[in-house]
């Protein structure tokens, strides 16, 4: 006769169902899943082999956190870049409906007729529909 396992309480333990219905792990064991991660990036990392002993399991960890800081940076750049390319882009649809119109007296024309598109929004209407971009120009000049 098998023994039977008591899939059931170990569930209950390490997962719970919240009020919407969502299965959610719970904490107890959220340090052992954060390390297993950071062991498996620090195992990634290709240590030259001049770097022998302990340094090597050190520099595999700096390596892990510095990669984990030129992330963070990164996507905040990622952010900045994007937001210069839809107004980049807003300037040039602009100027080709109206040489002396400008971005900054298109923004303050949206925000005092309390047009709230972003400048993302913006940006693709002006790259797909032109004729829209102009009536919403129209309406930020009048």
């Known amino acids: ?3 039977k396992i008591k899939v059931r309480k170990i569930v209950q333990k390490r997962f ?3 009020a919407t219905g969502k299965i ?3 904490k107890q064991n959220s340090r052992h899943l954060r390390m297993n991660k950071s062991k ?3 195992r990634a990392y290709r240590v030259p082999v001049e770097v022998k002993g302990n340094r090597l399991i050190k520099v595999a960890i ?3 956190l510095h990669a984990g800081q ?3 940076h990164g996507r905040k ?3 900045r870049d994007f937001r210069r390319l839809w107004i980049v882009r807003l300037n040039a649809a602009l100027r080709s409906i109206d040489e002396t119109f400008k971005y900054s007296r298109f923004i303050k024309g949206l925000k005092d007729h309390k047009i709230l598109l972003d ?3 913006l940006s693709d209407i002006a790259l797909r529909d032109m004729e829209t971009f102009k009536k919403i120009v129209k309406t930020a000049q009048a």
């Open 16 to 18: 719970k169902i919240t």
């Open 1 to 3: 006769m098998k023994k």
């Open 24 to 26: 959610m792990r719970r």
């Open 62 to 64: 700096e390596a892990d």
């Open 77 to 79: 750049l990622r952010k």
């Open 70 to 72: 030129y992330a963070y």
């Open 40 to 42: 498996r990036a620090i």
């Open 119 to 121: 400048r993302k929004v």
